[in-house]
């Protein structure tokens, strides 16, 4: 059964039965005590997870001890409801622990919350409120050597391309922003494809709590060509953990399409999924052995 929990914010939040934050890897003493402490949180599909979802944290992660006074004291994915019903979208169930794989193995850090993902549909303003609760709340935040109590700043980080969106008319309710762009704070990674001034260009209000970074290597993978990959029978190798290659082999979860022909080639199998034939790989179209 679902439980009802009130926050410090009007929002009813409901918890998935069972449900309790993982916070093995929250560190929960502060380094520095002139530091404000912080929270990064990813929301998105994670269909599957790739590296470079697990290296937009250690971007970030460079960029705030170098240019800001937060301290990180620990870093969440949050894959998204199966509600959210994107194309080709497996289930929850199997994205979270693709998510969890990844971390353990390749991370010493980053958690997985499953909250967003085993319920009904949740906006990531409403995602960021129930992380701040059950960290500031339910858990008592962090506290610096010396045993004083801080609250702890729940912030989101995201590609450009997603917080290109947010100017979008229609797609994010303008309450929603000003909680996760003004309230909580944001950092953005600059995506291939989505020009980081032209992703907050719109969101200038906010400037203050949005921290854009620059990709020094430019990396373009993305889950939609992994998924392409997998139905191709081409090599994911590299591109995403082992230990996620492996789980994907095992449940089946992209299955190979088969044999392509002519006429298939530079098409993908989900509607709205990126040309392959846009990557250099685009003439290559065989079946596994
Ligand atoms: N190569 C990348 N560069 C910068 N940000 C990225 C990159 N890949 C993913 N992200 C960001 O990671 C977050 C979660 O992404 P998501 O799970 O939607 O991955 P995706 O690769 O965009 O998925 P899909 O291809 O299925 O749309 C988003 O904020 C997205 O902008
Ligand atoms: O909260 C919103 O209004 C909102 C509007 C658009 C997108 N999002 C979130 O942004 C993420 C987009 O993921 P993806 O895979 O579609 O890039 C996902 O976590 C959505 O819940 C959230």
Known sequence: MATQISTHKATALTNPSNYALTSHRLRRTLHDFTKQPIVLVACGSFNPITYHHLRMFEIAKDFIRQNTDFEIVGGYLSPVSDEYKKAGLVSAHHRVKMCMLATEQESSWLMVDSWEALQNYQRTAVVLDHLDYEINTVLGGVSTRDGEH??????????????????????????????????????????????????????????????????????????????????????????????????????????????????DKGKGTESGEADISTSESSNTCVKKP
């Open 150 to 263: 801080r609250d702890v700043q729940v912030m989101l980080l995201a590609g450009s391309d997603l917080i290109s969106t947010m100017s979008e008319p229609g797609v994010w309710s303008h309450d929603d922003l000003d909680d996760i762009l003004g309230r909580h704070g944001t950092f953005v990674i600059e995506r291939t494809g989505a020009a980081l001034d032209q992703a907050i260009d719109s969101l200038a209000r906010w400037r203050n709590s949005i921290y854009p970074i620059a990709q020094l290597v430019q990396n373009d993978v993305s889950s939609t060509k992994v998924r392409l990959f997998f139905r191709r029978g081409l090599s994911v190798q590299y591109l995403l953990p082992a230990v996620v290659i492996d789980y994907i082999e095992q449940n089946n979860l992209y299955p190979d399409d088969g044999p392509c022909t002519e006429k």
